[in-house]
T-cell receptor, first 110, second 111 residues
Framework: QKEVEQDPGPLSVPEGAIVSLNCTYSNSAFQYFMWYRQYSRKGPELLMYTYSSGNKEDGRFTAQVDKSSKYISLFIRDSQPSDSATYLC??????????FGTGTQLKVEL | DVKVTQSSRYLVKRTGEKVFLECVQDMDHENMFWYRQDPGLGLRLIYFSYDVKMKEKGDIPEGYSVSREKKERFSLILESASTNQTSMYLCASITGESGYTFGSGTRLTVV
């Protein structure tokens, strides 16, 4: 079993929709959780970062962690075509290495 | 702003060539990483370094080596390039608790 599982998509939504992106993880020791956004032919960039359980909001983006079910979510409100990208979830069990999901490709259509 | 620079965006090399991928960070960070990214497989860690001249193998080190002679520079070396090393290569530097800063990536094609 992979440490972090993520549905690869692709996911296609109309502009203005609410998008829900999800990951599950296997190791209850994971404490730090991140979402990266990667545009085509670019490196990933950090979008959201949370520690332990709970929600974190930044503009149209909300990151949610449910440690009891080992579930990580990213919600995008009022989605825009510029949100079209691959979204990677990541966890950091300890030390300096991150473990990544395989990424979900999102397309927001006009 | 933190910056990680990879010297080449696109490279085409022949099978058997020795290939050098360069990465420079301007943040005085100790920890640097090399990943490769392939469709359906995600990001896989090749090597990382936690200080000058210090390195550790990641999950897929076979066919690769690394060099860290100066703190700001971390090089990935393909000793004898093969077609199965065609991939997107990403360098990263750790940015504290919040994770990594990545370079823009090098898309390597081995023919």
């Amino acid at each position: 079993q992979k440490e972090v599982e993520q549905d690869p998509g692709p996911l296609s939504v109309p502009e203005g929709a609410i998008v829900s992106l999800n990951c599950t993880y296997s190791n209850s020791a994971f404490q730090y959780f991140m979402w990266y956004r990667q545009y085509s032919r670019k490196g990933p960039e950090l979008l959201m970062y949370t520690y332990s359980s709970g929600n974190k909001e930044d503009g149209r983006f909300t990151a949610q962690v449910d440690k009891s079910s080992k579930y990580i979510s990213l919600f995008i409100r009022d989605s825009q075509p510029s949100d079209s990208a691959t979204y990677l979830c990541a966890t950091r069990p300890g030390g300096n290495k991150l473990t990544f999901g395989t990424g979900t490709q999102l397309k927001v259509e006009l | 702003d933190v910056k990680v620079t990879q010297s080449s965006r696109y490279l085409v090399k022949r099978t058997g060539e020795k290939v050098f991928l360069e990465c420079v960070q301007d943040m005085d960070h100790e920890n640097m990483f090399w990943y490769r990214q392939d469709p359906g497989l995600g990001l896989r860690l090749i090597y990382f370094s936690y200080d000058v001249k210090m390195k550790e193998k990641g999950d897929i080190p076979e066919g690769y080596s690394v060099s860290r002679e100066k703190k700001e520079r971390f090089s990935l070396i393909l000793e004898s390039a093969s077609t199965n090393q065609t991939s997107m290569y990403l360098c990263a530097s750790i940015t504290g608790e919040s994770g990594y800063t990545f370079g823009s990536g090098t898309r390597l094609t081995v023919v």
